[in-house]
Nanobody
Framework: VQLQASGGGLVQAGDSLRLSCAAS????????MAWFRQAPGKERDFVAA????????HYADSVKGRFTISRDTAKNTVYLQMNSLKPDDTAVYYC????????????????????WGQGTQVTVSS
């Protein structure tokens, strides 16, 4: 599986961005797909995920109500719609995929995924 993330940029607080992650490989709909982010000097944090084989979505408390993760199976693409952006959202955003049988309790652990993309920078100015 190869993951190509795009859509990052420099925006002002309150603006919106939509990140895209195009995935290659079979069984896209059966993968758990997630977005993580990593700010300079910090660990990679969970942002959002859509769990394998379901339409369920899960969010970090810090983005709940502002971010929306979605999956387009026909395009093998997962999106992260980010609204009401804040300076604290500034980070490199990574798309990750798990092609195995991830259990839900592992979903927020970046090391639980077996594929990840190159990241896309999101910078929010105040």
């Amino acid at each position: 599986v190869q993951l190509q993330a795009s859509g990052g940029g420099l925006v002002q607080a309150g603006d919106s961005l939509r990140l895209s992650c195009a995935a290659s490989g079979p069984s896209f709909s059966r993968n758990t797909m997630a977005w993580f982010r990593q700010a300079p000097g910090k660990e990679r944090d969970f942002v959002a995920a859509t769990f394998r084989g379901t339409s369920s979505t899960h969010y970090a408390d810090s983005v709940k109500g502002r971010f929306t993760i979605s999956r387009d199976t026909a395009k093998n693409t997962v999106y992260l719609q980010m609204n009401s952006l804040k300076p604290d959202d500034t980070a490199v955003y990574y798309c990750e995929a798990d092609t195995g049988r991830m259990i839900m309790s592992s979903m927020r652990n970046p090391s639980a995924y077996n594929y990840w993309g190159q990241g896309t920078q999101v910078t929010v100015s105040s």
